[in-house]
């Protein structure tokens, strides 16, 4: 069991999400980094569910940590791991190695500092954390107020329970991800995109503009959508049915779904890459669509920070999801 005594920026509880319910309005939600969550858990013995966006086992649930201020106490004895952003996280006030498993005990404090590197870290709990299910899946969505603890992020005084561990924490301590798939967090960020489904409405000069320039991410962005700052981006000339039936606006287009990692570009202004918590319908035309396996870039990009977008088949975007899936596994662990 662990209390929250200070709840930081914004922490919420995760598993792999809901998926499926996209068609009654309701996003799939769970972790901005599926990797991190994944492995968190596998590091403690915990079912890493999925697969992502498609799957049916929400696996355990755990804690997402946006940039700073977490504090916790823990009240039993378990086993923890700290993935992710590297947010100077420290047990007793010591440096947390990170992307390994731990075992801590009664009164043992859990802290996150400064953002060095990364936006979004994850503490996994050996069990999971026990809060009840909506939709199948623990994974909080604050703007629908559903999930987690009371449909929020967690503030002092919160006090969360987990599920019997698989194993115990001593049979689990010193359990690390292989080195060579230590994830890198830097400064620039490469996002894969597959173009469309609206990317005939833009001018192909904009299409190029989209692929080539530096794009900076604007600090109003969330897990429902996040903004870049960059060159407009022109349309082409509008088809008369758009006019008739979506307005002059040469962003708007017939209500049409949004796919997560969508990006719509209102106004031609600035591209949103819609996340985890995003809607499923809207009327501003779809440039492109940040493959699932890259997700995870745009949920650990911190506002200022640079990325280039860059065009893939549907094929490889297959492939790289698949890719990733595979490397949520029991052979990307070093047991002690």
Known sequence: MLEVLAGGIQATIQDVGRPGYLATGMPPSGPADRFALGIANLLVANDPGGPYLVGRRPGAAGIEVLLSGLRLRVLAETAIAVTGADLSPALNGQPLPMWQSLRVGPGDEVAFGQARSGARAYLAVAGGIDVPLFAGSRATNVRAFVG?????????????????????????????????????????????????????LFLPESIETFLTHDWRLSPTSDRMGCRYIGPPLAFRPRPAYLVEQAGADPSNIVDDTIPVGGIQVPGGVEPIVLHVDGPSLG??????????????????????????????????????????????????????
């Open 148 to 200: 987690g603890v009371e449909g929020r992020a967690l503030k002092p005084g919160d006090r969360l329970g987990s599920f019997p561990p698989s194993r115990p924490a001593r049979e689990v301590e010193g359990r690390r991800l292989r080195p060579d798939l230590l994830p890198a967090f830097g400064a620039r960020w490469r996002v894969r995109v597959v173009l469309g489904p609206q990317d005939d």
């Open 283 to 336: 009327g501003y035309a779809k440039i492109a669509t940040v493959i699932s396996a890259d997700l995870g870039q745009v949920g650990q990009t911190r506002p200022g920070q640079i990325t280039n977008f860059a065009a893939v088949s549907t094929d490889e975007a297959v492939e790289a999801l698949r890719a990733l899936e595979g490397s949520i596994a029991e052979t990307s662990i070093i047991t002690p």
